[in-house]
């Protein structure tokens, strides 16, 4: 069998996980001013749930990596000022139209990228869903170790 051909395409967070993140904070926080805690508990849950929010928000929009290639040296992210990192994919789980791959560098430092279908090409996710069924599959840990 030939092997899977160079894969790369460039990352962009997608703004629909932006706008359900926002949407989620919000109702966060309106159930925390509608609970019967007193004022300041209110208050504080409140702020505690928009400031969790807006910290993911900048998490998930302001990503650093700017490009993911797979090719016969493994994989490889690119960040915006075009350094390669050699990362090892640690996981990847397909769940609907969501497709979440999960990559640890050299230093143990662990990203996650979600790609849905107004952020990836259909052409593309099939490459890639080809590319990950190739690649070598992990053992579920066995139970009690």
């Known amino acids: 069998m030939k092997s899977a051909p160079n894969l790369a395409f460039d990352y962009r967070p997608c703004r629909g996980i932006a706008i ?32 969790s929010g807006a910290a993911a928000l900048h998490r998930h929009l302001a990503a650093k990596t700017v490009r993911i290639a797979h090719g016969a040296g493994g994989w490889v992210l690119v960040d915006r000022e075009a350094t390669e990192t050699p990362v090892a994919l640690i996981d990847h789980v397909g769940r609907g139209v969501l497709l979440v791959l999960g990559f640890r560098d050299e230093g143990g430092q662990t990203q996650r990228f979600v790609l849905t279908p107004t952020n990836c090409a259909t052409d593309l996710r099939r490459r890639l869903i080809l590319t990950l069924a190739a690649g070598p599959r992990r053992r579920p840990p066995i139970a009690g170790k």
């Open 20 to 51: 359900a993140l926002c949407g989620v904070t919000l109702l966060a926080a309106i159930a925390a001013v509608l609970s019967g805690l007193d004022p300041l508990a209110k208050l504080l849950i409140a702020g505690i749930a928009v400031a």
